[in-house]
């Protein structure tokens, strides 16, 4: 079991006493995208000028200095930046590490990456070609399948690696569930959903995602359960997530368990689709430690407990929220992570 494992469970008590402390860094390693997916906007975003390695070097250290965790490349496409083998490399001697990439590129990139992941990610939302270029822009659905038999061929060389495709849940989605799921039960490799969020950040997006009817995504969450309780090693959330998606309940956001950092350096604060969300300093500028304990961050997290969005499924907020939200639940997660480390 690796150290960060120990940390991360540290970290999750301490914020279940009161403690606040980071459990994750959520770093956009780049804003650039090689999809025109219908449903985002940031693939039109201007770049800025983007942290370079040393910097984000620095970044990490600082997080893991706060009590981080877990380390999670996100984009736009990371695998679009050249030195991210390097980053993942330093990132994982401290930290648990995630990487979420659209997977164009993985077949390419995988033996630069792997053996520096704990988990890989790959976003698929359909394995119907016409409507994967419907939905991403691009006709490259055979390049993800592509990248996932990449790691299919490499399953025995990186034992380490946890692997999973990752379902977006929005009206167009949800009568492909049932495929995606077997296509998950027959590759033996995991796969997670997460319902669309119409982002606050993203207000210019010409084709904002919907959700479809209430019936028709209640029923495809039901489906996703039955079909979890069936093979619990195949759908990696939680059941209480998707429980409580299917009963929409309120929860308490705790959105300081997260640090969003965007690719030029920039912490945002409580998150992209809070109303007021908003940058709370950059890393260039200032030490994390100020950043985080700021007045503005601490009044931005403390507004999220209380955050107004109703339609918010964030599974990377969620589910830490949840988990620090009761013992039983604490101890559920926690479980399903081992469960995972063992799948
Ligand atoms: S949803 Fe992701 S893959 Fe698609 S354009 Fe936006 S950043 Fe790129
Ligand atoms: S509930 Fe949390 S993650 Fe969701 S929009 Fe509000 S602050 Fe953001």
């Not at 979890?228 to 998707?242: G, I, Q, S």
């Not at 929860?251 to 709370?280: K, Q, W």
């Not at 589910?319 to 604490?330: D, G, R």
Request: charged share 25%; hydrophobic share 40%.
């Amino acid at each position: 079991m690796r150290l960060p494992y120990f940390r991360l469970v540290k970290g999750i008590l301490k914020n279940k006493i009161g403690v606040q402390a980071p459990l994750t860094l959520a770093y956009e390693a780049t804003a650039a995208c090689n999809l025109r997916c219908r449903f985002c906007s940031f693939w039109k975003r201007q770049r800025g000028d983007e942290l370079e390695l040393s910097e984000v070097r620095d970044a990490i250290a600082q997080a893991v200095s706060e009590g981080a965790s877990f380390f999670a490349a996100t984009g736009g496409e990371p695998l679009l930046r050249e030195d991210i083998p390097q980053i993942l490399k330093f990132a994982r001697k401290r930290m648990l590490t995630l990487l979420v990439t659209n997977g164009v590129l993985l077949a390419e990139r995988i033996d630069e990456i792997a053996p520096f992941l704990d988990f890989l990610t790959v976003s698929l939302d359909t394995l119907n070609p016409s409507k994967y270029k419907y939905l991403r822009g691009c006709d490259c659905l055979e390049d993800v399948l592509e990248g996932i038999s990449a790691y299919e061929e490499r399953r025995k060389k990186y034992p380490h690696l946890k692997f999973n495709i990752n379902t977006v849940l929005m009206r167009e989605t949800l009568p492909e569930v049932p495929y995606l799921l077997n296509f998950a039960l027959k590759k033996r490799i995991g796969i997670t959903f997460e319902p669309v969020v119409p982002l606050t950040s993203d207000a210019s997006c010409e084709n904002p995602p919907e959700w479809g009817s209430p019936e028709d995504f209640n029923n495809a969450l039901k489906e996703i359960l039955r079909f979890k309780a069936r093979h619990p090693a195949t759908v990696w959330n939680t059941d209480y997530y998707l429980k409580w998606i299917l009963e929409r309940k309120n929860f308490i956001c705790r959105s300081e368990t997260l640090i969003r950092m965007d690719a030029c350096g920039n912490i945002i604060a409580p998150c992209y689709d809070h109303p007021s969300y908003d940058v709370v300093g950059n890393i260039r500028e200032k030490r994390l430690s100020e950043i985080l304990h700021s007045k503005k961050a601490r009044e931005l997290h403390e507004s999220a407990h209380k955050c107004p969005r109703k339609d918010c499924y964030l599974m990377c907020y969620v589910e830490p929220s949840l988990v620090i939200s009761s013992f039983s639940l604490a101890f559920r997660g926690l479980a399903s992570m081992f469960m995972k480390l063992r799948a």
